[in-house]
């Protein structure tokens, strides 16, 4: 035993404290020090129960996810893992589990081992090991039915959201919740049951249910799954092992369970789950500026602009507490602005997102307002008025005048200049780029852009307020289009080519959509408007080169009027419940327009749409990595996972390349070249790497240059 487990003694209890800083992951060194620790009190007549408890800020946050890592490379061998101990702790003294902050996975499944389990109010209880593309491995689900009933534990074993200590409570996970003093009222519910004969939560069947009750809850949790876990493994993996607790003995329970872990370990999905995991965490560190960099204190906010963006960004700030307040320049736009944020409040209400009460408490935050009166006071603007450098650097030559000094001045561009913004100002190391993705109360993601001049405080503040708002933020650096307009515009460029070329537009969204992104991209054109995408091509025409292909068949659309949704057709037509019904009069313009234009039709197959689609956001990402625009290739992932509905279980475009291998993907974009020219030239850095038979993963932990 060393540092990392301490056993101490309160009279005939002893004490077992866990301190593995910051979650207290159960790596093999931590269920050691656990197994000695029982060992010990187990041959000390003098112990009569146990109590088990996390160090610091929490129980157990599960098993050290580094290690699965180091199974799968083959670098450490596939031991017995946690079962051994669990069984041993089962067969032990009493032994009461005390809980604050989270038992997840291999956490959770320890604690259930034990015979009894208290809690703090604030505890937290899960099984998450689905979203890193595993199941519970050490007999999560076997015991959990055994605890909770079959119907709980599908759920939270397939689903992977925690419960609250107080519903842990109702369904018989826990024993006792302990307000006060965790560690004294476990020890009092010890000294209570000290001496008696222990439950074995194994040897537990009453809550298994019967097969005649058991089987729709199987059917409905596979249906969810295959319909909310889309193209996910680990779902239904995890129900196959929870039925088999339903089936079979525990022992043999265990086998299947242990079956279903090694294959979902050693799956593509879990090493791109495991990858998105650490990833999220990983974008947050910015080489060039130090941890202990001063954060500025982000505690009144106002935005400018409530239209669909800023409203959404003002929600942002009251739903994290922060008081806002919200201009516009006329009051029709204003209350439109409201009206459209207590529209989207009413209907988080109806759908129990939120309570009635939040609501309100929300709304109370967020000021309307239609001059700059007060901005003097505020920490933090995000202008979000009508994309165009005119009224940016208008809005922010205004901030500069009214805003005080050391304040950060944000735009939401989704595309402009943040130096030609930021010009506008005296004050360019406030300046940021802050772009939010619509809906912005919903999206998780928030690109952080860096000018030239921006400030490394700025950047750290943005970062961490981020992290506040709910959302993971990614810094990039300051080009057209940033990381993932740019990347998207390559994207949606070989989708229209693709329909042009003979393929029709549901055909095209089919098989992306069955690759695993969340919208296929002409739906998504027409979520977001096909009018936006019209109007900065008008505005970029310009700079397009002559000779090179450009899509014809967006532009046409939008002249007959057709923007997506919003005028009830795009490229679908839309029901009264905005339901997306292939047009055949579209498809029969496009073809029309493609042979006007001598493009030669023929059929398409659902593998080249992938593969063109896909390889033109890997190619692009690769130019964006050379140019230092995103950091890492997980930044890029990240911002495609959470801004652009790429699969996660596939990792993220990069990974994604890594894991088809970065020689076929070059291949397939030289025969793409041969046949479509220079838009495909290869990207110097994806070259080089094929040459060095190295992979994006490599370059994933620094910033890429290219030798
Ligand atoms: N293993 C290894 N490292 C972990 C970890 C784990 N289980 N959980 C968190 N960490 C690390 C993070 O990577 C991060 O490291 P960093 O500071 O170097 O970036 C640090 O701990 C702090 O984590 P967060 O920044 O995420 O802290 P938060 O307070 O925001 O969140 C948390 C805490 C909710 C516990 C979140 O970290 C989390 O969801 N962790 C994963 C939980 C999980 O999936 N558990 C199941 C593991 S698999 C398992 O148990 C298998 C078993 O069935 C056999
Ligand atoms: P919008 O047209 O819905 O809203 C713009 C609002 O700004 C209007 O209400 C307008 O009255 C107001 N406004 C204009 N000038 C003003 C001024 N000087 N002072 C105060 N208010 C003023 O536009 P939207 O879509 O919300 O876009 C805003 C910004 O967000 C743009 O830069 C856009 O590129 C960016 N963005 C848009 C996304 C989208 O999906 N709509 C996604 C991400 C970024």
Redesign the pocket.
């Known amino acids: 035993m060393d540092d990392l487990i301490r056993l101490t003694r309160d009279h005939e209890i002893a004490i077992i404290t866990i301190n593995n800083p910051?979650?207290n992951?159960?790596s093999p060194a931590v269920a050691q020090g656990i197994a000695q620790a029982i060992e010990q009190a187990g041959n000390d007549e003098s112990v009569k129960a146990v109590v088990l408890i996390g160090g610091g800020r929490t129980f157990i946050?599960?098993?050290?996810?580094?290690e699965f890592g180091k199974i799968t490379s083959g670098r450490v061998p596939r031991g017995p893992?946690?079962l051994p101990l669990l069984l041993r702790i089962e067969d032990s003294k009493p032994v009461v589990m005390a809980i604050h902050g989270?038992a997840?996975?291999?956490?959770l499944?320890l604690a259930m081992a034990g015979h009894y389990r208290v809690a703090a109010a604030n505890a937290q209880l899960g099984q998450?090991?689905v979203?890193?593309g595993?199941i519970?491995?050490?007999a999560?689900t076997q015991r959990l039915p055994r605890l909770v009933g079959v119907a709980k534990a599908l759920e939270m074993c397939a689903e992977g959201n925690p419960i609250s200590a107080q519903q842990a409570l109702e369904f018989g996970l826990v024993d006792r919740l302990i307000d006060g003093d965790l560690l004294a009222g476990a020890v009092a519910f010890a000294r209570g049951v000290a001496g008696k004969p222990a439950p074995k939560t194994r040897e537990r069947n009453d809550k298994l249910g019967t097969l005649e009750r058991n089987t729709p809850l199987f059917a409905a949790a596979r249906d969810k799954a295959r319909l909310k876990q889309r193209g996910m493994r680990s779902p239904l993996a995890a129900i196959e092992a929870v039925e088999a607790a339903t089936k079979l003995p525990f022992e043999q329970g265990c086998e299947v369970e242990g079956k279903l872990f090694d294959e979902c370990l050693f799956s593509d999905q879990s090493k791109a789950l495991i990858h998105v995991?650490?990833g999220e965490?990983e974008v947050a560190k910015i080489p060039d500026i130090p941890k202990e960099i001063a954060i500025l204190p982000v505690n009144t906010a106002a935005v400018v602009g409530a239209g669909t963006m800023g409203g959404g960004i003002a929600m942002v700030f009251a739903n994290a507490g922060i008081p806002v307040l919200l201009k516009d320049a006329d009051q029709p736009a204003l209350d439109r602005g409201l009206a459209t944020i207590q529209k989207n409040y009413a209907s988080s209400v109806k759908r129990g997102r939120f309570t009635q009460q939040f609501v309100d408490e929300r709304l109370k935050l967020i000021r309307p307002i239609l001059n700059y009166d007060n901005f003097s006071d505020v920490d933090m603007v995000v202008e979000a008025v009508f994309e165009g450098m005119a009224p940016k650097t208008q809005v922010f030559g205004e901030l500069d005048r009214v805003c005080r000094k050391g304040a950060i001045l944000a735009s939401n561009t989704s595309t402009l200049n943040i130096d030609e913004i930021a010009s506008a100002t005296s004050r360019p190391e406030s300046v940021i780029g802050t772009h939010f993705f619509s809906p912005a109360n919903v999206m998780r993601l928030l690109e952080i852009v860096r000018g030239k001049s921006t400030g490394k405080e700025a950047i750290a503040t943005c970062m961490q307020l981020s992290r506040k708002l709910g959302k993971v933020g990614v810094l990039v650096g300051n080009c057209r289009g940033f990381v993932g307009n740019r990347m998207f515009h390559h994207y949606v460029r070989e989708s229209l080519f693709l329909v042009e070329e003979g393929a029709e537009p549901d055909y095209v969204d089919r098989a992306l959509y069955d690759f695993g992104m969340a919208l296929g991209p002409l739906a998504t054109g027409d979520l977001a408007g096909l009018d936006v995408g019209w109007r900065i091509r008008k505005e970029y025409r310009h700079l397009e080169k002559p000779g090179v292909r450009q899509p014809i068949v967006g532009d046409r659309l939008c002249e007959l009027g057709r923007f997506g949704q919003k005028t009830g057709a795009g490229w679908y037509k839309y029901d009264e419940n905005r339901r997306a019904i292939p047009d055949p009069e579209v498809n029969e313009l496009v073809r029309q327009w493609a042979i006007e234009a001598g493009i030669p039709q023929r059929k398409v197959s659902s593998q080249e749409i992938v593969e063109r689609c896909i390889y033109a956001l890997v190619n692009e990402g690769a130019r964006i990595l050379e140019e230092g625009i995103a950091l890492r290739a997980v930044d890029i992932d990240i911002i495609y996972i959470n801004g652009y509905g790429f699969p996660a279980h596939l990792g993220g475009p990069m990974w994604y390349a890594d894991t088809v291998g970065l020689k076929n993907v070059y291949q397939r974009i030289c025969d793409f070249h041969r046949q479509f020219g220079e838009l495909w030239e290869p990207a110097p850095l994806l070259k080089h790497l094929v040459e060095e038979g190295k992979t994006f993963a490599e370059v994933m932990r620094q910033p890429a240059v290219v030798a």
């Not at 946050?61 to 580094?66: S, T, Y």
């Not at 997840?104 to 956490?107: D, K, L, Q, T, Y």
């Open positions: 910051p979650v992951a159960l946050a599960g098993a050290d996810i580094k893992g946690l989270m997840f996975g291999g956490g499944e998450p090991e979203k890193l595993i519970p491995g050490a999560g995991f650490f965490r």
